[in-house]
Every structure is written in C-alpha cells, then in structure tokens.
C-alpha cells in the first residue's frame, strides 16, 4: 500500500530515467539507456502514474473474472497505468449477470481486478459509492441531502393561529433516463417520506419591521401559543424537508437517496458501511473517488442555523424572514445571505471534504476529488484532497488548422477554472493535479486522437498532471458490435476504431507527465481569489432560479461566476497568463497559512514572490490584517483596482468597518513620489490600476515573467534541480518561429519533443542583458524546453523540422486495400486523385476500420540525398507510415507531418499508408438498418446515429515531401 505522506509530496516518483534521442516508443525505451545518451537530458522516471488512467465503468458490474483480467491486460498493453472503477447502471438483456454492489460477487470482482491490475502494473482508484455522488440505500430520508420548505401565514393583533404549524413535503422527483427504462426490480427505492421538522417561525411586523422567534412556541401537536400583539404580522415558517434526490447512474445494489454533505452524521454513516464492506479488500486501492458535485436543489441542513451562529457570531432567526423575501433587495438581506453562503461552504468543507479525506487516511487511501460544483470556496474543497481533480468535457474550436471543434454545445476552454485545482495543490505541496478528459469531446464514436491531443495540451499548461480519461466501458466478449457505451463518453476501448492507435496518444501524455510529475512547480504569483464578493453578488455569482439562494453551486463551466466575476478578477488572471506570468489562486484560509518576508510569502510547502489583490471589493478582516502583516515582514502586496471598500456579512459590521479603516490607513500612510508604491514595515504596498505599473511591482519583488507568452504559445514553468522546464504548446493558427527571451538565468537550454521522442540542445544567445533561445513551433505542436543555470551541456543539436520551401508533390493513381472492419470490406480500387471514402461508394461509405495507400513515386539522386519531411495533408484519423519497406511511424496528431530520416531512394519508391477511420460511419450504418444493439440508456449528443451524417474518411491529402534543413 502506498505511504500517504511519501505519496503526496512526491516521495515516489524517481529520478531514474529513460530512451535514447533516436525516437524510439516509450513502450521500448522505457527504462533502458542508449550509448552516449547525456542523462540530464532523459525522460523523468515512467510510472503507473505518469501514463494517462481511464475510468472504467462497470455496467451493472455484469463483469466475469475473465472479461476483467482481459480488459486490463489490454489497457496495460496499450499504455494506460491505471483505472478508476465505477460501477453504474445495468444494461437491458443481462440482468441475470448483476452482480450487485458491495455484495460478495461484486467484492470477488473486486479481488480478482486488484490482484490482476497489480500483476500488471497499473493502478486502481475506486469510487465511494455507486454511480455518482454519496448516495445509497442505506441513506434513511432524515439523513439525506435537506431542503428547506418554507410557509407564511398572516395575522393581525389579537389573532391567534387555528391551524397546525405544518407544510406538506413534496413527493418523490419522477424516475429518470435510465431508472424507467430498468426492470421494476432494479428501480431505486422510494421511500416514505417523514413530517418535515420545523426548524424556525419567525413573527415579522410588516409596518415597524420587528420580529419575534417563535420558534419555541410551538408545541408538540404542532400548534402555535401566540397571540399576535397590535401590527400586521406575518409569519415565516421553515421547516427542514430533502431534495430525495437520488444518486445519478447507480447500478443495482447502490441506487438510493443523496446524502447530506452538510451533516457529518449522514457522510459518516455512507463511509462506514462502504468501508466496513470492503474491509481488507482495499489495500490494493491508491485512491478514493469523488465525481463532480451536481447537487440540484440542496440548500438545507437540520443544524444550520444553530451552526450559524456558531460560525459567524450572531442568531440568524431576526433576519430569516427578510432573506426568504425575494422581493427585499436591502443591503442587510444580501449581508445575511452571504454569511449564510459562507456557513454552508464551511459545512461542506468541515463535514464532507475534510471528514471524507481523514476517514480515508486512517485506512491507508488517498483521496481524488472534483471539487467543482460544489457550494463552497473550490480552493478550499480541492485542498482537502489529496489528488484535487479538474474536468474539461471539451468540444472548443481552436483556431489550429485542422483540429475540428465538438458537437454542440460547444464549451470554451476554462483554464482559470482548471488552475483552482493545480493551485490548490501547489499550495499544498501535492505531487498530482487530476482533471477527467475529454468527457464529450464530440457525439459518440467521433473523438479522433488529433482532437485529443489539444485538449490535453491545454490542460498541462494550467497545471494538470495527470489525466483520467472519460472513458472506458466493461462489455461482454460476446455482445454485438460496437459492445456496451457510456451515454456520455468519448468511448475509449477496442470496439472503437480510435484504439488502433490510442498508444500512440498515451506515450505522448507519459513522456509529457513524467516532466510535469516531477521536481515543483514554477509559479511565482499569488493571485487572491475574492470569494465573498461571489457570495455578495446575486444568486451567490451563479445563474439560479432559487429565491433565495443558499448554496450556489459553482460548476466547471464557470459562467458566470468566474468568466462574469463581479470584480474583474477573472480578467486580470487571464492578462497575467497571456503575459506569461505564472501564478496560483489562493484563498481566504490558505493565505493565512503564509508568513512574508524580504525573499517572499512562505508556507511549509512553497514560496511566492508577491500577493495581487484583484479589485476585491468586500474582504474579510482578518484577510486584510494578513495582508498587511506579509507587506510589514518585507514581501510585494498588490490591490490591483483599489483598496477593498468594505468586510462582509453583517455581524459586528460597525466595528469591523472601523477596524478596517485602520487597517487600510497604515497599508497607505507612506506613500512614495508616485503615490503608487507604499511603504508598509519591511514591504511594500503598490495600489494600481495600470497593467504596467502592476507589472513593475511583481518584477520588483522578483516575479519572473516569460516573455515567450508574447507569441500567442501556452506556457508552464516547472523547476527541476538545476533549472527550469518550460512546456510550451502552439494552440493558435500561426507558425511560431523567432528567438525569445528566457525569463530566468540560463547557461544552456535542451528541448524535449514528446511526440517524437527526440531531445538534443538549442540555440542561444545574449541579447539585451537576456538569454535567448530559437522555439519554432508549427500550429499544434507541443515542446518542453529545459534550461540549465550553471551547467553547460555536450549534446547533439535538437532537429528541429524546418522546412526550405522545397516540395514534390506525390501524386496517383493511388490503390487502396480495406484491411480490417465493417459491417463489410469494401472491395480494393484504384484512384487516379485522393477523395473520402464516402465518396466511393455504400460500401465505403458505411466502412469503419483500416485501409491501405500505396504509391510509386520517382525520386532524383540530388534530391534523394537531402533530407524530406512527408506531409500528408489532411487525414481522418490516423496513418501509418511506411516508405520503401522502412516504418517512419504513425501521424496521428496536427499537423500529420513525418521525417523520412534517410528511407528516401533515388529512383523508384514505394509509400503504403494504412489509414483508420472513425467508427462513426459503421454506427450510422447499423442504426439506418436498424441492427444497432440498444442495450444500455445512451444520450446521443446531437442525434440519433441514423440522422448523422457520414464522417469524412482516409487519406485526403495533398501528399507532399517538404524538403527540410539539415
């Protein structure tokens, strides 16, 4: 079993390395040494955690010990390094084969998986739970996730009320997709449903504006002891009812009610009974799983209001019947309203994140949590885990030629979201920042590994380190083609024609991880998150038609809570990434675990040069002391906007407000010639609304930006021990070529290429006081660039792939041969011009798999003695390369350029490229037949498979040879 402590700061990852400079898979490099190979410029160690994991759900877990050991197999086989287990709904047809969840058929499953993913060197993290998220059968009503019901009644002085206090509970939400479509069986239970309790009536004069808590007038048999005094009374009753929603996806034996992550009694009965069942099963587990939080209309817990006053100081019951009063729009409502957001974000912090990752602990597992969606401060809910994980679902359309966008709905990369995960960890100093990728990166069966590819760029250079595909199904050997599908996934398994090549995708995500698992992180800047502004706003900064809303869930979209954050603080973080500033979040809690000093902000894990401030309007008090003790110790403090203009909440306002005055003087008494810059004990204050002026501070305090960013390039520093790593992707629609300034001191400089597995030396030169290097990077391409401060290294040159302007075309007549697919092998054909497939005929156009391309073409000596780059053009999806019998490699990614490396002959040559497809068009095809197997609930993204259009498919060229510099 892993050892907690070694895991999370990194104590497992070696410093052994791997692979020649010649371009060798990671599969036949890993762990070997080429002669004359310069070790400082090796891949970091490859482990079960450096290649990519995939979740791995298991339908109604109608699994045999067989099927298991042959699906991991060939996931290891394929360069996955490990799966996280969920077991979710049943598929129709096969539930005599359930084995239901947590009983011992299922723990057999259990065994058999950990032994054999053990033998095979991959990894198993299991979900805490059936489908997603807490929730099961043995979550009673009154333990499940709460609600609040509210009533009014009327009366004037004098008046007495006649009826009981009393509301009357709504049912049971109607079954859902996948719970109508089961066998009634295997429906979850519904259970009755208890007299919701009251938990406040509260009088309000609606003239004077008086109340009374009338709370514990109330007598057993319900009935109020009141008689109404002189005014017009109304009365608002609350009463603590449940969502009775229940867990999304479950399979048989764990379909059940959510539970109260606001309760610690509730989450607490949930992780016993799960652990008491798995008992010493779970030492072959690294990690517990929590999905994204979807929490729909939770908003209550029974304890609330007492741990309200608890937590912010005063009894919320006065002021309950103005917060419930949607058409209040007082400052003293939203004051209320925001310290009610906060109470329920520390509950859920308290209660669920930090109980569920201590529980786990004590049993030797890790936890992996997506803490967005959930109604709480991110920064706080992701640190809690140990493995805090991110989403993309993807989909974007990125301006790289070539790389398609998904289906609709499109969703915009949100890389400010992302980072809330990365950051939580680098405060923390966790080795691993999780994110589930590609989750619908396009409908079913249309994910190529050129979409893939962007996707994962986009989130290493936020941070991510370690992506879990979303994913891969268990189906049965024997279930017709294309086997059993997620109703949401990007469909990562054999049926699926993407997995011919799927290897050639994960070696890259390992050579890429194994860099960006290892040394620490690059990251400078502490930018503040302003939270309570959120919290202020309305609706607590989410769309919402709650009135009011307690528990604003914020979700992996980010709109509009981040993307619309009322402060502005959403843009000024992305000035500083596209200026190349490297910088983390930081929350409320976590910045008062720094302490500051001349050298910088410290805590046990890291160290930060300076803190912005982004025109945060409402601070709390105890933030802004902190503040002001990190600038008294010495370090860089920057209110980027202005000073905040207030605390929030409501209790001891007055007093807090003049605290803050103070606070706020002696961050600005000392002010320098520019008015600018203030003097604050050993630091500095700088208050600015000019980019540049902000800009001047952090470099002031010894912030390193890099002016690389300038190009349009993504890029992310990491330190390794005698230097830098800077992972740099080209996600625009121009060629980056041109020598760029390196932010830190470097006397040497390597580039790592992950997708072809070469690394040698770079260019340099001094120029303005700076060090230089050449980057060129074609749209679409990827590089590490290694720095070294001191060391000057002997290596080869790195070859980059320049091209002369020099070309031939290859032209036809082509002849293609279907190798493997369906529903049937279209018959070989020569064509005289490259077309799609679906052009050629029914046959082809139905045809799902792989065909070959082979031509002759004519090469003079000259040009056979210089060195060529095979540009293929357009291709749909995937192309193996081969030239006069020499496999040059698989183009699989944009561009879909391969070096022939010498395999060019004077005279006659022979080019063969074996194309793949996507398995979209035999879908279609089966669908318009209707022999498509309909057995588990899907969720086609745009349309029935038999009202899609055919995908464009094979070889489309134009085939070119670019001529390339030596």
């Not at 002016?707 to 349009?712: F, L, M, N, Y």
Request: hydrophobic share 35%.
């Amino acid at each position: 079993m892993i050892n907690r402590r070694e895991f999370i700061h990194g104590g497992i990852l070696a410093s052994a390395a791997l692979t020649s400079v010649s371009g060798r898979s990671a599969a036949a490099t890993d762990g070997t040494t080429s002669p004359g190979e310069v070790r400082t410029l090796r891949w970091p160690e490859f482990t079960h955690q450096t290649r990519p994991w995939t979740r791995w759900w298991w339908p109604g877990s109608i699994v045999t010990e067989d099927g298991l050991r042959r699906e991991l197999d060939r996931l290891a086989d394929n360069g996955f390094g490990g799966v996280e287990v969920q077991p979710i709904y049943e598929p129709h047809g096969y539930e005599e084969s359930i084995r239901e969840y947590l009983g011992a058929e299922w723990m057999r499953a259990l065994d058999v998986t950990v032994e054999h993913a053990g033998s095979r060197n991959l990894g198993i993290d299991l979900t805490t739970g059936s489908g997603w998220t807490f929730g099961v059968p043995w979550i009673p009503p009154e333990l499940s996730a709460g609600r609040v019901l509210v009533e009014r009644w009327r009366l004037r002085g004098g008046q007495r009320l006649e009826g009981e206090v009393r509301t009357e509970h709504p049912p049971h939400p109607d079954l859902v997709d996948e719970e109508r479509l089961a066998r009634p069986e295997f429906r979850p239970p519904r259970p009755s449903i208890p007299e919701p309790p009251l938990a406040a009536l509260i009088a309000r004069d609606s003239g004077t504006g008086r109340t009374i808590d009338l709370t514990d007038r109330v007598d057993g048999d319900r009935k109020l002891d009141w008689t109404a005094p002189s005014g017009d009374w109304e009365l608002t009753g609350l009463f603590s009812g449940w969502v009775l929603k229940r867990v999304e996806r479950a399979g048989p034996g764990g379909k059940g009610l959510l539970a109260d992550y606001f309760d610690e009694h509730s989450i607490r009965q949930h992780l016993d009974h799960f652990g008491d069942s798995l008992g010493e099963r779970g030492q072959g587990i690294r990690a517990l799983f929590h999905d994204s939080f979807e929490l729909q209309g939770t908003d209550w817990t029974a304890s609330v209001l007492e741990d309200f006053a608890r937590l912010r100081g005063y009894a919320p019951a006065p002021y309950l019947p103005e917060v419930f009063d949607e058409r209040s729009t007082s400052e003293r409502r939203r004051r209320v309203l925001t310290d009610l957001r906060e109470t329920f974000s520390d509950l859920f912090l308290e209660r669920f994140a930090r109980q569920w990752s201590d529980w786990s602990a004590e049993r030797g597992w890790l936890t992996r949590n997506q803490a967005h969606g959930s109604p709480a401060n991110l920064l706080d809910v992701y640190a809690a885990a140990d493995i805090p994980e991110t989403e993309y679902t993807g989909g974007d359309v990125l301006p790289v030629p070539g790389v398609r966008g998904g289906a609709q709905p499109v969703h915009s990369p949100t890389p400010l979201v992302w980072r809330m995960a990365s950051s939580a960890a680098h405060l923390r100093g966790k080795s691993l920042v999780g994110a589930e990728t590609m989750t619908w990166r396009d409908e079913h069966y249309h994910v190529s590994l050129s979409q893939a590819k962007p996707e994962v760029d986009l989130l290493f250079s936020a941070g991510v380190n370690h992506v879990v595909f979303h994913g891969t199904t268990y189906s049965p050997e024997e279930a017709p083609w294309p086997g059993l599908s997620f109703y949401a996934s990007t469909e990562l398994r054999p049926a699926n024609t993407a997995w011919q090549q799927v290897s050639e995708l994960n070696e890259y995500i390992t050579r890429c991880q194994s860099v960006l698992q290892s040394g620490e992180h690059g990251n400078d800047v502490l930018v503040y998150w302003p939270q309570h502004d959120l919290w202020a706003a309305p609706h607590g900064g989410v769309e919402s038609s709650e009135a009011p809303e307690l528990t604003p869930d914020y979700g992996w979209k980010g709109d509009p809570w981040m993307h619309s954050h009322p402060t502005g603080a959403d843009e000024l973080a992305d000035k500083l990434a596209r200026r190349g500033w490297q910088f983390d979040w930081v929350s409320d809690r976590q910045l008062a675990e720094f302490s500051g000093s001349r050298s910088g902000i410290h805590n046990q894990h890291c160290t930060y040069a300076a803190v912005v401030v982004p025109g945060a309007e409402l601070v709390p008090l105890e933030t802004v002391r902190q503040l002001r003790r990190l600038a008294a110790a010495g370090a860089m403090v920057v209110f980027a906007g202005a000073l905040p203009r207030d605390v929030p909440g409501l209790g001891r306002l007055d007093q807090r407000r003049t605290q803050l005055a103070g606070i706020l003087h002696t961050l600005t008494s000392r002010p320098s010639d520019d008015s600018v810059e203030h003097r604050v004990g050993a630091g500095r204050a700088v208050v600015t609304t000019s980019d540049a002026r902000l800009e001047k501070a952090l470099a002031d305090a010894g912030s390193v930006r890099e002016p690389i960013a300038d190009s349009g390039l993504k890029v992310l520093r990491r330190k390794h021990e005698k230097g830098e790593y800077r992972f740099l992707a080209n996600l625009t629609g121009e060629l980056v070529d041109d020598w760029f300034a390196l932010g830190t001191l470097a006397t040497s400089a390597a580039a790592l290429d992950p997708l072809r597995d070469e690394r040698g030396t770079v260019r340099m030169r001094r120029k303005d006081g700076h060090d230089h290097v050449r980057v060129r990077l074609a749209p679409g391409e990827s590089l590490f660039l290694k720095t070294f401060r001191r060391e000057r290294i002997d290596a080869a040159e790195y070859r980059a792939l320049v091209p002369t302007g020099q070309r031939q075309r290859v032209g036809g007549p082509w002849r293609i041969e279907f190798l493997e697919g369906g529903p049937s092998l279209p018959r070989p054909r020569s064509l005289d011009s490259l077309a799609s497939w679906t052009e050629l005929g029914t046959a082809e156009s139905e045809f799902s798999g792989t065909a070959r391309y082979a031509v002759e073409f004519h090469a003079d000596r000259d040009r056979a003695a210089r060195d060529w780059l095979l540009d293929l053009g357009e291709v749909r999806e995937t192309a193996r390369v081969t030239l006069n019998g020499h496999h040059l490699g698989t183009a699989w990614s944009v561009p879909f350029r391969i070096p022939l490396n010498g395999a060019l002959s004077a005279g006659r040559n022979v080019l063969e490229v074996e194309v793949t497809n996507l398995a979209a068009n035999r879908v279609r095809a089966l669908a318009t037949r209707g022999t498509l197997p309909d057995s588990t609930y899907m969720q086609w993204r745009t349309a029935h498979p038999r009202e899609w259009d055919p995908q464009p498919s094979g070889l489309l060229g134009p085939v070119e040879l670019l001529e390339i510099e030596r």
